[in-house]
């Protein structure tokens, strides 16, 4: 036997219980309510419950779950490894002026790439001091700008030793490390980069249904990378960590992508991330271009280092790589 009903409306009202046992229900509307107005709407089933909101605002159900699809990393900027040694890029993989070491450039290549008279002056005064004297500067310059929660300048008297005698190995501030710390509170990192990110990422596997092409093609990622100006490296209360980095030139980092098992939302988490950045002088530091990082203290000494007094052992003074690990 079969009852069907049909109306414009259908209102069913009792004065007590109302109790409806059927072997399958099934209910489709544009619109349900069900409320309880005085005691508590209770739900039951002894088999899973599966609720699904398909709309725009919709949150996943606690019976949807998500499942690991796919694991890996990707990049931004270029690097190459040699001898051990990791050396920044550019897209064609040339290197900048500040990975060249004990090169001794003349008063021409100065000027023609863009110092002023008064930058070779100021220059050829500070490499006429002795070669402990700018050690002394750059070194008392780096543990200056230190945060004292790193242990009184520990991290920029280790950077500057590691300057001295590293012959360019990299550097790495591991995860858990106050300059990592300052990156991974930093309001441009959480709100900023790793939101961006995640939605990058997002959208690359909705419309390609992967994220790294291949095992050799990992994706060149296109999101701003977060800045730390020389600016904020003068003041040791602000952020430390922008005496070592500045404008950060690579990362690498490690996701994870889920796919909920009914709604088949896509989820991304960022699990590590590796920011890089080259410890060295390039022109600006030497007063190219009357850029700011010229008047900071310890950056002409540290071009002189690098490029002058080093000339008859090019294992000192080494520009290297440096490596602020993350964990999420």
């Excluded at 949807?64 to 990791?86: A, H, Q, S």
């Excluded at 960590?241 to 690579?250: D, E, K, L, S």
Aim: hydrophobic letters at 35%.
């Amino acid at each position: 036997m079969a009852i069907l009903k049909k109306a414009s409306n259908i209102n069913i009202q009792v004065s007590n219980n109302y109790t409806s046992l059927c072997k399958i229900s099934s209910e489709e509307s544009q619109s349900v309510i069900i409320e309880a107005t005085k005691e508590n709407l209770e739900l039951s089933s002894q088999k899973r419950a599966i609720m699904q909101g398909f709309g725009k605002g919709g949150e996943v159900d606690d019976g949807d779950k998500k499942i690991l699809i796919d694991r890996g990393v990707v990049n931004k900027g270029y690097w190459i490894n040699e001898n051990g040694k990791t050396v920044i890029v550019n897209s064609k993989g040339d290197r900048g002026y500040d990975w060249m070491s004990g090169d001794a450039p003349s008063e021409a290549v100065m000027k023609a790439n863009g110092m002023s008279n008064y930058d070779i002056f100021n220059v050829n005064l500070t490499k006429s001091y002795s070669e402990s004297y700018l050690i002394a500067e750059l070194k008392t310059t780096l543990v200056g700008f230190s945060d004292i929660e790193d242990g009184f300048g520990k991290n920029g008297r280790d950077i500057a030793n590691h300057f001295f005698t590293g012959q360019g190995q990299p550097f790495t501030f591991a995860a858990g490390s106050n300059p990592s710390n300052e990156v991974k509170d930093s309001e441009r990192f959480k709100s900023t980069f790793i939101s961006g990110l995640k939605a990058e990422l997002e959208k690359r596997y909705q419309e390609k249904k992967y994220i790294n092409e291949s095992p050799t093609k990992i994706y060149q990622f296109s999101t701003k990378l977060p800045y730390y100006s020389a600016e904020e490296g003068l003041n040791p209360w602000v952020n430390e960590i922008a005496a070592f980095v500045g404008g950060i030139q690579g990362c690498i980092a490690g996701y994870k992508l889920y796919q909920y098992e009914i709604s088949k939302k896509i989820e991304i988490e960022i699990e590590r991330i590796s920011f890089l950045d080259t410890f060295g002088a390039g022109w600006e530091d030497g007063g190219a271009g009357g850029m700011v990082k010229q008047w900071i203290p310890g950056l002409v000494a540290m071009f002189c280092l690098q490029h002058f007094k080093n000339t008859t052992d090019k294992t000192k003074y080494q520009p290297f790589t440096v490596i602020i690990d993350i964990e999420l």
